[in-house]
């Protein structure tokens, strides 16, 4: 029997239509209340960031900016869509499913990920789904496409048109937050290997942007197997697709290939980053729609935007690592620790050694993981997603002097500047979990727990006392 809880994996029903590109998703949320137009002029300097800040820590609608005012002082010809996905219902829906269908969406994507083989003929029926599925996320050429209604080369490029926003004083220029970027190794004519990313751009010229991706992200990997080979790269940029493939992005260059400083910038972390040499793309076509929509973001400390993708990203991602690891019962990365640099695992505990054998598969086997400096390992019956419940373990289960993990001179996010050296870093990782056999020799506390035969006598109870009335009643003073 498998552990795993994989045995059945079937394709989940979309809970809304499909969306087939960003007007259509926009479309819906403007029926469903969740998109408000602004219709008064907003700069792209600081004012639309600050807006957005406000508007999404109170949970509220994605904003289309009618007539954005760019840097220079005037009206832009495109008007621009803010917090598309700044709430946790929003950005599932942008997957086709409500909140409650995103558990079954990620055992898809991890079977689909790592299939296991049928075990008879019915089991081999039951996938047939899936494989229709996963071809259906083959690429597919489009003829005449409505993106390319309008086009620019030559001198009439000029991405100083487009409504970037300068999301941050002392930011030196605009920035597109959301550009889909799509790269490919040398050799792959057929697409097979595409790779589509989510990597900032600084606009610093008409033609020009710098293109900020992390070393071990795949458009950077791509990059150097180009300049390995002392060839030009080809790249295409991609502002406001449909929902599905911006978040799964978050799962032609130029003729000539430079390396430019970036920053400094408002970043996840909540603090600008520092100055970076980058490659520069120089931009040799730009297509539009006719009447385009800009679809921009701003980062900053959490909670932004990326946060809340996070949060959701988060439910998909566990039933991938529950596929590796079996005995992981929950995984929480949370917001406010910028989404990754902090983990909290509850597993199944059943042998001595086993919670650092977990933390050191995570930092080991999963790229997702690999910049994670604190991994927090707790038993089964503590959420790893109330503070409240972690603090508590760490705090009666744990023990400095036995139950830390230190590892020094690790990859860590270069934007890490607490890091001791730029790139490397240490972890540090606490099991919190309930000691065992030779793990210790001490007799070890059993949780307090009510009797359930007085649960169940004081639940009949209750209502006779007027206590449900009173509570809701109770203010705290």
């Not at 600050?50 to 008007?79: C, K, Q, V, W, Y």
């Not at 790249?235 to 799962?251: E, N, R, Y």
């Amino acid at each position: 029997m498998e552990e795993s809880g994989f045995h059945e994996v079937s394709v989940p029903q979309r809970d809304l239509p499909l969306f087939r590109d960003l007007r259509s998703f926009m479309s819906h949320l403007e029926r469903m209340g969740r998109l408000v137009r602004i219709r008064q002029p907003v700069s792209v300097v600081h004012d639309m960031t600050e807006i957005h800040r406000r508007i999404l820590r109170a949970n509220g609608p994605a904003l289309l900016f009618e007539a954005p005012i760019l840097p220079d002082g005037t009206p832009s010809e495109m008007p621009v869509v803010l917090n598309l996905f700044g709430t946790k219902e929003r950005t599932a829906w942008g997957f086709g499913v409500d909140p409650a269908g995103l558990g079954a969406l990620g055992k898809m994507l991890a079977e689909l990920r790592e299939p296991r083989p049928p075990r008879n003929f019915a089991d081999a029926m039951s996938k047939v789904p899936l494989a229709r599925a996963a071809m259906t996320m083959r690429p597919k050429t489009v003829h005449a496409p409505p993106v390319q209604e309008i086009v620019w080369r030559g001198e009439q490029i000029d991405l100083t048109r487009l409504p970037a926003q300068i999301c941050w004083p002392g930011e030196p220029s605009p920035l597109l937050t959301w550009p889909l970027v799509i790269t490919r190794p040398p050799n792959d004519e057929s697409g097979d290997e595409i790779n589509v990313g989510v990597y900032r751009m600084q606009v610093i010229g008409r033609d020009r942007a710098i293109m900020r991706w992390l070393a071990h992200r795949g458009g950077a990997r791509h990059h150097r197997q180009w300049k390995a080979l002392g060839m030009e790269m080809p790249v295409a940029v991609a502002i406001g697709a449909d929902p599905a493939t911006i978040l799964s992005a978050v799962l032609p260059l130029p003729e000539t290939l430079s390396e430019s400083p970036e920053g400094p910038f408002g970043d996840h972390t909540g603090y600008y980053n520092a100055v970076e040499h980058f490659p520069v793309m120089r931009v040799t076509a730009v297509t539009t729609r006719r009447d385009p929509v800009y679809l921009s973001t701003f980062t900053g400390r959490p909670p932004d935007e990326p946060s809340r993708i996070g949060e959701v990203l988060n439910e998909l991602f566990v039933p991938l690592v529950r596929k590796q690891l079996p005995e992981i019962i929950d995984l929480w990365l949370p917001p406010e620790a910028c989404s990754y640099r902090i983990a909290i695992a509850s597993i199944d505990k059943r042998y001595p050694g086993q919670a650092r054998r977990i933390m050191l598969a995570l930092w080991s086997l999963l790229p997702q993981l690999t910049y994670t400096k604190f991994l927090i390992i707790v038993d089964a019956d503590i959420n790893v997603r109330d503070w409240t419940d972690v603090a508590w373990a760490i705090s009666t289960r744990s023990d400095p002097s036995r139950d830390l993990v230190t590892l020094a001179d690790t990859p860590i996010d270069y934007l890490d500047f607490a890091s001791p050296k730029a790139g490397l870093g240490g972890k540090l990782g606490i099991d919190a979990t309930c000691k065992i056999s030779a793990e210790t020799t001490r007799e070890w506390g059993r949780v307090l727990e009510m009797d359930s035969a007085v649960v169940s006598r004081v639940d009949e109870l209750w209502q006779r006392l007027g206590l449900t009335e009173a509570l809701s009643q109770w203010r705290t003073p």
